[in-house]
């Protein structure tokens, strides 16, 4: 539902994409994000990154000290899908890898986020997707059944997690597919063709 991506940010930074390629592969790789999203601390993450590519200092701290650039805002395709669902009647559940520290400012910022009845975020978990005990945290919390809900995400790896937990799982590709997809399942009506 948002695009969030570094090289937003980084591309403001570096001269040539390759660089930004480099820098995001090499030092601050998805692994490292990862461990953010797992519970680290913002400030062991880019003391751990400075103490190894000191070279790279402004770079690494431009990281979370320039953190909101990394937004090219919400895809509204899918939050539009969010509304439908959320005009059902249907309640709303959220997984989400995310930072404890850096998700409150998502939330102030998107006020979809705010549809959900309640949101797992892994920071705060320290257990991201596709580690079960996130899932389990999930059901425990809500009371939700598996076999009567439907799991939604765009990775692979979370999608099989939660088949193998009895989700209803859909991978989603887009928007639109998002869409049929619900609609098979029932959770939302078929589009009213026109006149």
Known sequence: MIDWDPRHLYRKIFASE???DDFLSTVATPEWHSEQDRGRTMEEATALLLSQYPEYGAEIEAYYGRWDEMFGGPIEDSVCVLQEVREQGHPLYAITNWSAETFPRAR???DFLGWFDDIIISGEERAIKPDRAI???LV???DLD???TVFIDDREPNIRAAENLGFIAVKFVDAEKLRED???LGVLPPRRSMP
């Open 146 to 148: 598996p076999v009567t």
């Open 182 to 184: 619900l609609v098979r």
């Open 135 to 137: 899932y389990d945290v």
């Open 108 to 110: 102030k910022r998107w």
């Open 18 to 20: 390759e660089e930004v």
């Open 140 to 142: 425990e919390r809500t």
